[in-house]
């Protein structure tokens, strides 16, 4: 067809090919060493990344939270809380990476990660040009899913976004 407009067949042919590619990711993701049966695991990790500016402080505070509220668990020792420090603009700008590598090995070594703010360098305020901590770690961890639910009782409203982490801005990236 003319004009990059598609058939019904075409454009369901075409979105049946990215379900199934995400179906054959997701078998992947399961058959990979790294994937986690959270159902099995006996101790769950959460790794305490404050980042910089206020991170640290908005961090200290949401842990403060979690601990509350996850306090028959932490008891019981199926969950531990893990300090991860490093995550700062100085510390990424003095080995020039998003993510130093001994933080990132540290982030992987944890189940759940709670990250405070990180700054992103930019390049036209005089600090070097890396890439951003979020975008790296999205990646690194293939972090795929933003989940947002939105709730509003009042109004009825129960509903949740998922936006598309790894592949870019839109949730099949070059493909929709």
């Known amino acids: 067809m003319s004009n990059n407009i598609l058939t019904p067949n075409e454009a369901a042919a075409k979105f049946e090919d990215i379900i199934n590619n995400q179906f054959k990711r997701i078998e992947k993701m399961k058959s990979s060493a790294d994937f ?17 500016g206020i991170g640290p402080a908005i961090t200290a505070e949401s842990e403060r939270v979690l601990k509350a509220i996850l306090s028959d668990e ?27 590598d001994d933080v990132l090995a540290e982030l992987k070594s944890c189940h759940v990660i709670l990250k405070g703010p990180t700054t992103t360098p930019d ?5 070097p040009n890396i890439e951003s901590a979020n975008v790296a770690m999205r990646r690194e961890l293939d972090l795929f899913a933003n989940v947002r639910p939105v709730g509003i009782p009042s109004e009825g409203i129960d509903w949740t ?13 070059s493909l929709g």
């Open 36 to 52: 986690v049966d959270y159902s099995s695991v006996d101790t769950i990790v959460i790794g305490i990344c404050g980042g910089d």
């Open 74 to 100: 932490v008891s019981k020792g199926k969950i531990v809380f893990k300090e991860i420090d490093g995550l700062t603009l100085e510390n990424r700008l003095s080995c020039m990476k998003p993510i130093p």
């Open 123 to 127: 390049a036209s305020a005089g600090t």
């Open 161 to 173: 976004f998922f936006r598309e982490n790894t592949e870019g801005a839109y949730a099949v990236g």
